[in-house]
């Protein structure tokens, strides 16, 4: 009887102790955060924006964002292998591409800044105050081929590489580093590229965000060329289908997605400043402006967003 009761206690005691470690294993289950993979481009990143965005968001839903810096176009093919759950980027070719394969749904404007086109203080192409950045180029061809400039490009797939491309084909070129001694194929990120430009006292086109962060470190450099519209630079929400990839973090990045193009969110990207500038105009709510940058569907896919719980 007496042994009885000692096994009955002894398992008795391995249930408590059991449910004790079920219990505590389930506890920590639910305390660890979430994590969302965002893929991005490397301005949004280099600016720090995502320095400066994430920690209000990851407080508020328990949430941990992992973020992905690579150019647009390696951005997006991150997505679509499966490597991430949404991307925020900016080239509306390679945007419009990834949603019409099925691979990103839900494109919704989110911010702009612009594009600059940067050189020496001394400008051999002399392109200074001009507004119309094509006119630019054709003057840094020139005199790259006379030996006086150098172009420095990210050649990288880049939404800063795919509109520097887009330029150089409204003058039916379509320079080389294998043809071309002044034209530089970098393959690398914004910030590598600035500081390459200001070493070789050479020309390159860049997002403002990423120009006012590094501004400092680059002494031989100055602003040239500003202001024309084909300048303007937009940036897309897109979530990863979960059709194609079930496995992801739908339900995280549909709540990120959401808090972006929130009042909220969209303030907080209005407020954000680097030397008194802002980097980063939002759009999300201003659905004229969202059309006019390329964004027609803008109303339906806040309507869309709204509706999700």
């Given amino acids: 009887m007496e042994k009885r009761s000692k096994i009955l206690i002894a398992i008795a005691l391995v249930s408590v102790v059991l449910v004790s470690i079920f219990a505590y294993e389930e506890y920590q289950m639910g305390s660890q955060k979430s994590v969302l993979v965002l893929s991005t481009t490397t301005s949004t990143v280099d600016s720090g924006l995502l320095d400066y965005l994430p920690p209000k968001f990851e407080s508020k839903y328990n949430i941990d964002v992992h973020y992905l810096s690579l150019g647009t176009g390696q951005a997006i093919d991150t997505a679509k292998r499966g490597d991430a759950d949404l991307v925020l980027v900016h080239s509306k070719t390679l945007e419009l591409n990834f949603t019409a394969s099925g691979y990103g749904i839900h494109r919704v404007g989110v911010m702009y800044n ?16 001009l507004t119309n950045a094509t006119e630019a180029f054709r003057r840094i061809a020139n005199q790259g081929a006379a030996g006086n400039a150098a172009f420095i490009s990210r050649a990288d797939k880049s939404g800063t590489n795919t509109l520097e491309l887009n330029i150089w084909s409204n003058l039916k070129m379509r320079p080389s580093n294998k043809t071309q001694s ?36 680059l ?42 193009i929130s009042e909220e969110g969209q303030n907080m990207i209005a407020n954000y400043t680097k030397e008194g500038q802002t980097l980063f105009i939002s759009i999300a709510r201003n659905v004229t402006r969202a059309n006019s940058l390329g964004f027609p569907d803008q109303q339906q896919e806040l309507a869309w967003y709204d509706s999700q719980p």
């Fill in 114 to 129: 612009d594009f600059i086109i940067i050189g020496p203080t001394n400008d051999p192409a002399g392109i200074n105050g």
């Fill in 182 to 217: 002044w034209y530089v194929e970098a393959g690398a990120s914004m910030g590598t590229v600035l500081r390459m430009t200001n070493e070789k006292k050479g020309y390159t086109l860049t997002d403002r965000a990423t120009w006012l962060s590094f501004k400092s470190q």
């Fill in 219 to 260: 002494t031989n450099m100055v602003v040239l060329v500003q202001s024309d519209k084909i300048l303007l630079n937009p940036y897309a929400i897109i979530l990863v289908n979960p059709d194609k990839w079930p496995q992801r973090n739908y339900r995280d990045a549909l709540t990120f997605a959401k808090w972006m």
